[in-house]
């Protein structure tokens, strides 16, 4: 179901798509079945800008409340946080990854209507992990680029840094 690091279609930029029912369903399944706080549609192989975040996940794989997430956008950020992040499609040890901390996002919801929300912490984050897949970037491509302590590239996603 998940697609492992060295899969091609990991490395493919996620397209905007008009419909998200299909993949959706798909996304829950992998949430719900693998216990997963949240999942985008590259790390099923599928290129679509889409994730689903899990938000009562509580490690027990019980039904949670699902937010579904289309062609989301970041208008702007604040704050960063260094944190311990993992990606289902990596099996090596996690390391930590910087991310902004709070994030405001547009984005159309499940059934295709147009949302605007602040997200902060974990979501934040898992939304900023979904951004790099859509673009073909995987967590290890930032882990170098964090231990040199640089900045987090921006992967085409609209950014302004607020905390300055
Ligand atoms: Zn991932």
Same mark, same amino acid.
């Given at each position: 179901?998940?697609?492992?690091?060295?899969?091609?279609?990991?490395?493919?930029?996620?397209?905007?798509?008009?419909?998200?029912?299909?993949?959706?369903?798909?996304? !829950?399944?992998?949430?719900?079945?693998?216990?997963?706080?949240?999942?985008?549609?590259?790390?099923?192989?599928?290129?679509?800008?889409?994730?689903?975040? &899990?938000?009562?996940?509580?490690?027990? &794989?019980?039904?949670?409340?699902?937010?579904?997430?289309?062609?989301?956008?970041?208008?702007?950020?604040?704050?960063?946080?260094?944190?311990?992040?993992?990606?289902?499609?990596?099996?090596? &040890?996690?390391?930590?990854?910087?991310?902004?901390?709070?994030?405001? #996002?547009?984005?159309?919801?499940?059934?295709?209507?147009?949302?605007? !929300?602040?997200?902060?912490?974990?979501?934040? !984050?898992?939304?900023?992990?979904?951004?790099?897949?859509?673009?073909? #970037?995987?967590?290890?491509?930032?882990?170098?680029?964090?231990?040199?302590?640089?900045?987090?590239?921006?992967?085409?996603? !609209?950014?302004?840094? &607020?905390?300055?």
């Amino acid at each position: 179901m998940i697609c492992l690091r060295g899969d091609k279609r990991l490395r493919l930029k996620s397209s905007v798509v008009s419909s998200c029912s299909e993949t959706v369903d798909k996304l !829950r399944v992998a949430s719900f079945t693998l216990g997963l706080r949240a999942v985008c549609a590259p790390e099923l192989g599928i290129s679509e800008r889409i994730l689903l975040l &899990n938000s009562w996940y509580d490690g027990t &794989n019980s039904a949670g409340k699902i937010t579904v997430l289309c062609d989301p956008i970041i208008e702007s950020s604040c704050g960063e946080e260094t944190l311990q992040e993992s990606c289902p499609c990596i099996t090596e &040890n996690r390391t930590v990854t910087s991310r902004s901390y709070e994030i405001e #996002v547009v984005f159309y919801d499940e059934n295709m209507i147009a949302r605007r !929300r602040r997200f902060r912490g974990l979501k934040s !984050r898992d939304i900023q992990h979904a951004l790099d897949h859509f673009m073909g #970037v995987l967590l290890s491509d930032r882990w170098s680029r964090t231990d040199q302590r640089a900045k987090p590239p921006l992967y085409g996603y !609209r950014y302004e840094d &607020n905390s300055r």
